[in-house]
């Protein structure tokens, strides 16, 4: 819990709380904020998502160590053919990672459930839908979009494209 309350360097008599993301201006109130019941459910997550953070890190890793870079673009400008072409995209599909139902569309993060990755990339990158009460199937919303940053590369926002889904999620 300590490591989680440093002090804040651009205010030297206030504290914070990074797991719950306060700033408390006595130490006081810093120390009944680090006994509360919120407190302590906000650093059980804290430190679950860094551990989730770090385990996808190393996966992540591993998965770029093993897979080679391929010049999609590259490939498809190359491609003389319209059955090449399909080909080249065929291939592209195939090879693409896919991103878990849990799994957050801008980040490494794994929720446990849908939800709680809606929550996160709410809280975490600002992630909204509009008129979100007309959607009729959020699952299969969530999974076109995950396609489109996985599998197509391409920013849900401008449309621009890119070589990888690391690039795409830097962009975003």
């Not at 797991?19 to 459910?41: G, L, Q, R």
């Not at 489109?148 to 889904?165: P, R, V």
Request: with cysteine.
């Amino acid at each position: 819990q300590k490591e989680q309350s440093q002090e804040n360097e651009s205010k030297p008599n206030s504290f914070s709380c990074e797991a719950c993301k306060k700033t408390f201006n006595t130490e006081n109130a810093f120390k009944n904020h680090e006994v509360s019941k919120k407190h302590i459910e906000n650093v059980a997550k804290f430190e679950k998502r860094k551990e989730n953070k770090k385990n996808e890190n190393k996966t992540n890793l591993d998965k770029k160590q093993s897979m080679p870079r391929i010049n999609w673009k590259k490939k498809l400008a190359e491609a003389q053919t319209e059955e090449e072409v399909n080909m080249v995209i065929d291939e592209k599909i195939k090879l693409s990672r896919r991103l878990e139902e849990n799994e957050c569309l801008f980040c490494d993060f794994k929720g446990a459930t849908l939800e709680e990755k809606m929550e996160h990339m709410t809280i975490e990158h600002t992630f909204f839908i509009p008129d979100i009460e007309f959607l009729v199937d959020l699952k299969g919303f969530m999974n076109y979009l995950a396609e489109k940053i996985a599998i197509g590369n391409t920013c849900i926002y401008c449309k621009k494209a890119f070589n990888t889904l690391e690039a795409t999620r830097k962009h975003i």
